[in-house]
Every structure is written in C-alpha cells, then in structure tokens.
C-alpha cells in the first residue's frame, strides 16, 4: 500500500521567511512518481512539479525548490521569500508504478499561512 | 483548450436524492479520475477509468457509481445521497506514459447533502 504523510498540518510565517513543507512517502514500487499541488482559497488544484523515482536531481525553480532523497523517502518543498499569495494549502502526492499506475494517493495537506 | 470541466460548481441534495457530477476534458487524455476532499484532507480516489468502456474502483467507491462511454466524458452518479458524501468532489485526466503524466484536475464540485 501507498502513504504520503505530511506531518506539518498548519505553518505560519511572516512574509519574506522561507519555508520548508515536509513529505515523506512510502511505496514497495520500484518506479515512482512524486508531486506537488497547491490549493489556494479559491479551491482549485494547480500543479507545481513531479519528479521521477529515477532522477534526484534537485530542481529550483524561482523561489521554489524540491529536495527529493529517497534514502529517507522524502520529497520536501520550500519556499524562498515567502510571499502572501503563497498562503494556501499544499499537497504531497505519490503516484506508483505497477497496478498503481497512474493513482493519486495524497497526504493529508499543508496549510500555509503567510502574514504581511 | 478548456481542459478539465466540471459542472455543476455547487450542489445541495436531500438525503436519498440521486444526482450525477459531470466531468469533461477536451485533451484527448485516456485515463480519467474522480476524487473526494473532505474538509481538512487530502484527496481519495473514487473512480478512475482508463479508457472509453473501462472502469475500475479507487480507495472509496461506496455510493457511487461511473461510467466512461466517451474519452471526453466521465460522470459520477450518487444514488442515494447521504450526508457522509458531503465533500468537494474533483475530476481529473492525464496521458499516461508519455514523461510528462501530470493528473490535470478540474474546478471541483462543492456537494452538501442534508
């Protein structure tokens, strides 16, 4: 069976603070895929990454960045310069390879909250 | 494109009531999702189907039901609405296998049974 613990249920900062969202997985799949989505206020999902179980390389992107090690199974997300449109609700997803090809499984999310 | 499309965007039902959730993406994607948020959780599969004709259960299919008669449609029927089926209900699609298999997920469907 496939997991994904988000184990911050709510963090708060002020703004220009980073960040770091934590998310740790399990899977018996070799292959694997792991996501990001943001869910602001407004309620709708927007995708912000997926990595491969097969490529580590960390990746930056503006004031994103993913650190993925599966030595500890953990795909965490920071936040650089925190800003108040990065308040939202975050969501680690785990996709698996196998007869769980192409299923979501979610943790159980992230509330950020960024203060002015 | 318009990608994934749901309506109706908010419902109320009586309990027993029935009704369908419809879901449609103009992407050509084959493989289609329906998931539920409660309030403060992650998502949990329903449904999903991999090709027109071709349906399977997620993790929490109990009181509904699908069907997958077009690549562009995938509806989600509730018989008899009951209150534990409040929730946000959202649809997704992807291509599968092509490297950049990324679920595309729709506005949501906010359904309070009472």
């Known amino acids: 069976a496939q997991k994904v613990t988000q184990a911050q249920t709510e963090i708060s900062v002020v703004e220009k603070e980073d960040v770091t969202l934590d998310c740790v997985y399990e899977?018996?799949?070799?292959?694997?895929?792991l996501f990001w989505y943001k869910q602001p206020p407004s309620g709708e999902l927007v995708f912000l990454i997926r990595?491969?179980?097969?490529?580590?390389q960390n990746e930056i992107s503006g004031r994103y960045s993913w650190n993925f090690q599966k030595s500890t199974s953990s795909f965490n997300f920071t936040i650089t310069a925190s800003q108040v449109v990065d308040s939202a609700v975050y969501f680690c997803?785990?996709?698996?390879?196998?007869?769980?090809?192409?299923?979501?499984?979610f943790g159980q999310g992230t509330i950020l909250t960024v203060h002015p | 494109n318009a990608g994934v499309t749901q309506t109706p965007k908010f419902r109320i039902l009586k309990i027993g009531q029935s009704m369908t959730l419809q879901c449609t993406q103009d992407?050509?994607?084959?493989?289609m999702y329906w998931y539920r948020q409660d309030p403060g959780m992650g998502l949990k599969l329903i449904y999903y189907?991999?090709?027109?004709?071709?349906?399977d259960k997620g993790e929490v299919p109990n009181g509904y039901n699908v069907s997958r008669s077009t690549t562009e449609d995938f509806p989600l029927r509730l018989e008899l609405a009951a209150p534990s089926q409040t929730s946000v209900y959202f649809c997704?699609?992807?291509?599968?296998?092509?490297?950049?298999?990324?679920?595309?997920f729709g506005p949501g469907t906010r359904l309070t049974v009472l």
């Open positions: 899977t018996r799949d070799t292959t694997y895929y």
């Open positions: 997704a699609s992807t291509i599968p296998r092509t490297g950049t298999d990324t679920q595309y």
């Open positions: 997803a785990l996709q698996g390879g196998g007869t769980s090809y192409g299923k979501l499984t």
């Open positions: 992407m050509n994607h084959n493989y």
């Open positions: 189907s991999v090709g027109a004709g071709i349906t």
């Open positions: 990595r491969n179980s097969f490529d580590e």
